[in-house]
């Protein structure tokens, strides 16, 4: 069978967690480190490793039918002078680290006079995400001289530039090189992006309709798990008092009518802390199942 859609996989500190988001919505990828085709257990895709920077420009001249990247990418490939239209399928809230966002941040040296970013007016700025960066000081009125980084960007300042504008999930990376934010520069999350021409292909929208909500089925998935019980009818109260729910927990009768199943989905977290109540709360066969998938 022919691949009906294209599609970009980012290529370094998301390719791990993509390839694993993929494997939990039911589609097993499998990456050869000398290949940047990896290969996929669906006929109707094909896939090609991109940086993610790079993302935007292939899927925006139909190169790629759709593709993963982040939203700080497609910022900067928007604030270009020869940007194309793409259209949003879907927000992926993953990273590389966490289930989350990531933030671009603005930082300077712990011992640095500068506090907030007009204190850097005239100053250089060191930065991988030059355009982005460029239009955040615009915005907020501030000359800033905004320099290109290949990579270290942590260890630059104050030798090589004033401030920094650097990528954290966590922030350890900058404590750790004696860094002190002053502002949020723009928060990311993975975004599902397509080509308008592609969405216009009726085969492939529903492509990626399916895929769209394979994924986000799995990142809802993702950190809850599946709880079962059972508990007879005069004590149902007690225990719906107890049990956190994603939406109403399920109740069906059992074939003897004073008793009841409940089914809910819960936060794994919680799970230690919640069976004992429910056990007071005198429920029986308790049973906690994984999930893969929540489809809302």
């Given at each position: 069978?022919t691949p009906?859609?294209?599609?970009g996989?980012?290529?370094?500190?998301l390719q791990d967690?993509t390839?694993?988001?993929f494997?939990r919505a039911?589609?097993?990828?499998?990456?050869?480190s000398r290949s940047?085709?990896?290969?996929?257990?669906?006929?109707?895709?094909s896939?090609?490793?991109i940086?993610?920077?790079?993302?935007?420009?292939?899927v925006?001249?139909?190169?790629l039918?759709?593709?993963l990247?982040g939203l700080?990418w497609?910022?900067?490939?928007?604030?270009g002078p020869a940007s194309r239209?793409?259209?949003?399928?879907?927000?992926?809230?993953?990273?590389?680290?966490?289930?989350?966002c990531?933030?671009?941040?603005?930082?300077?040296p712990?011992d640095?006079?500068?506090?907030?970013?007009?204190d850097l007016?005239?100053?250089?700025?060191?930065?991988?995400l030059v355009?982005a960066?460029?239009?955040?000081?615009?915005?907020?009125?501030?000359?800033?001289?905004?320099?290109?980084?290949?990579?270290?960007t942590?260890v630059?300042p104050?030798?090589l530039a004033?401030?920094i504008?650097?990528?954290?999930?966590?922030?350890?990376?900058?404590?750790?090189?004696?860094?002190?934010i002053i502002d949020?520069?723009?928060?990311?999350?993975?975004?599902?992006?397509?080509?308008?021409e592609?969405?216009?292909?009726p085969?492939?929208?529903t492509?990626l309709?399916?895929l769209?909500?394979?994924?986000?089925a799995?990142?809802?998935a993702q950190g809850?798990?599946?709880?079962?019980?059972?508990?007879r009818?005069s004590?149902l109260a007690a225990?719906?008092?107890?049990?956190?729910?994603?939406?109403?927990?399920?109740?069906?009768?059992?074939?003897?009518?004073?008793?009841?199943?409940?089914?809910?989905?819960?936060e794994?977290?919680?799970?230690?802390?919640?069976?004992?109540?429910l056990?007071a709360?005198?429920?029986?066969?308790?049973?906690?199942?994984?999930?893969?998938?929540?489809?809302?």
């Amino acid at each position: 069978m022919t691949p009906i859609l294209k599609l970009g996989l980012p290529k370094g500190s998301l390719q791990d967690a993509t390839v694993q988001l993929f494997a939990r919505a039911g589609f097993n990828i499998y990456v050869n480190s000398r290949s940047y085709f990896p290969a996929i257990d669906d006929p109707e895709i094909s896939c090609m490793l991109i940086r993610a920077q790079e993302m935007a420009r292939y899927v925006a001249d139909g190169i790629l039918d759709a593709g993963l990247t982040g939203l700080d990418w497609i910022a900067e490939y928007a604030a270009g002078p020869a940007s194309r239209a793409l259209t949003p399928v879907a927000d992926l809230i993953y990273a590389k680290q966490s289930f989350g966002c990531v933030r671009w941040v603005l930082a300077v040296p712990e011992d640095s006079p500068f506090t907030q970013p007009s204190d850097l007016e005239g100053r250089t700025v060191a930065t991988e995400l030059v355009r982005a960066t460029e239009s955040y000081f615009r915005r907020i009125g501030v000359n800033v001289n905004v320099e290109f980084s290949w990579g270290a960007t942590e260890v630059k300042p104050p030798v090589l530039a004033d401030a920094i504008v650097e990528v954290t999930e966590t922030g350890a990376s900058l404590r750790a090189n004696r860094l002190r934010i002053i502002d949020t520069v723009l928060e990311s999350h993975t975004q599902l992006i397509a080509h308008p021409e592609s969405l216009a292909d009726p085969r492939k929208q529903t492509k990626l309709d399916q895929l769209s909500m394979l994924l986000q089925a799995a990142i809802r998935a993702q950190g809850r798990v599946g709880l079962m019980l059972n508990v007879r009818r005069s004590d149902l109260a007690a225990v719906l008092a107890v049990l956190p729910a994603l939406q109403r927990p399920t109740v069906a009768p059992l074939s003897d009518e004073d008793w009841v199943a409940v089914n809910t989905v819960i936060e794994e977290r919680t799970v230690r802390q919640l069976m004992p109540s429910l056990k007071a709360a005198k429920a029986e066969g308790i049973v906690e199942y994984p999930l893969n998938k929540i489809v809302l």
